[in-house]
């Protein structure tokens, strides 16, 4: 009898220990925690997050230098998966912000775990990219209305194919000194497939920025953007918000002139990065608003150099300026408040 007695002790004791150890409840995960041990979908007590993405260390450091972002005191931030999800607010709003690195598979990644793991009530976008329409400016920021992803491809056979379903780039057309055939015939852009919730997949090529949202930032008001890099470097023009025009993504940093005018000629497209496709695309799986802003750092291949600087970091602190100012119509319950006038359309 002492002997089962001794065992049974054990065994809760062992019960016991299991319990402490494994049970999440037991002590609140630490900032340093594992994507494993967070098995809750954190919410703050103030209301849903807005998160809040970039891609690059220039883009971080313009929000970090701003001083806008207060940490949680408690729960600062979180490492998932190689990134630092940081915890706090902006004014009164909730606010998870991350920086993804750069590139889609980068991006889509960690816009997904932040869905997974925190309340979000919509993911606020923002970076740099370069122009390809004259009418954008160095230092603008482009609010786009819709995205491609314009690295799928189907490359054809030879130069000889027949007419493809979609637009093609044929780099014959660029041999020089004249057109004629070529070996690397052409490209056919083919649309992208989109999965959502209680949906079929659909191909489509562009992907739509939240309707509502994009409403909702076309009336900001007063956006303060950077002219000068310093006090002797500045943009002969003074910044501007552009909407609704139409962005491009893909794993290319352009540089090259002649890329950026077939695809502003044959799509209309203003600006290319390398994330902002992959951002809207999971928002739009995950049926959450997803919104851009993007600071024109460089003309792809364009420009004169007309500074001796870098734009980066100014077009970081425009793009971010503007994101700001729309993270600023969100109250601490993270609903929208209702601006009492609104921009048109450019």
């Known amino acids: 009898m002492m002997m089962m007695m001794m065992m049974m002790g054990n065994t809760l004791l062992l019960l016991f ?11 609140p995960p630490t900032m340093d925690a594992p ?20 891609a690059y260390p220039t883009e971080e450091r313009v929000l970090q230098s701003s001083g806008v972002f207060v940490p949680d005191p408690l729960t600062p931030l979180f490492h998932l998966a190689g990134r630092r999800f940081n915890i706090g607010k902006i004014g009164n709003v909730p606010v998870v912000y991350v920086m993804s690195g750069e590139q889609m598979v980068n991006a889509a990644i960690t816009v997904q775990i932040l869905v997974d793991t925190f309340d979000i009530l919509g993911v606020v976008h923002y970076g740099t990219a370069g122009s390809i329409n004259s009418s954008l400016s160095l230092g603008d920021v482009s609010v786009p209305a819709s995205v491609a992803l314009t690295s799928s491809w189907k490359w ?12 093609e780039l044929k780099f014959g057309d660029y041999n020089l000194p004249r057109q004629g055939p070529n070996l690397l015939a052409a490209v056919e852009f083919t649309p992208t497939q989109v999965y959502s919730n ?6 489509t090529f562009w992907l739509p920025v939240d309707p509502k949202w994009f409403d909702l930032a076309t009336q900001l008001q007063n956006v303060q953007l950077e002219q000068c890099l310093n006090k002797t470097d500045c943009l002969p023009e003074t910044p501007k918000v552009v909407y609704g025009l139409l962005g491009a993504t893909a794993d290319v940093f352009l540089d090259n002139v002649a890329y950026g005018q077939y695809l502003f000629q044959t799509f209309n497209i203003s600006t290319v990065d390398e994330e902002s496709a992959a951002v809207i695309m999971v928002c ?19 420009e004169h150099k007309l500074l001796s600087g870098s734009l980066s ?34």
């Open 284 to 302: 739009s799986s995950n049926e959450i608003p997803g919104i851009v802003f993007r600071g024109i750092s460089d003309m792809a291949g364009g």
């Open 156 to 167: 054809l056979q030879d130069f000889k194919s027949e007419a493809a379903q979609s637009p």
């Open 313 to 346: 970091s100014l077009a970081a602190s425009n793009a971010l300026s503007a994101a700001l100012k729309f993270i600023g119509m969100f109250d601490d319950e993270g609903q929208q408040t209702e601006p009492q006038q609104q921009w048109p359309l450019i």
């Open 35 to 54: 994507l494993h041990s967070i098995n809750y979908h954190h919410r703050h007590p103030d209301g849903q997050f807005l998160g809040l993405l970039m």
């Open 198 to 203: 209680g949906l079929p997949m659909k191909e």
């Open 17 to 27: 220990l299991a319990c402490f150890f494994i049970n999440p409840a037991s002590a």
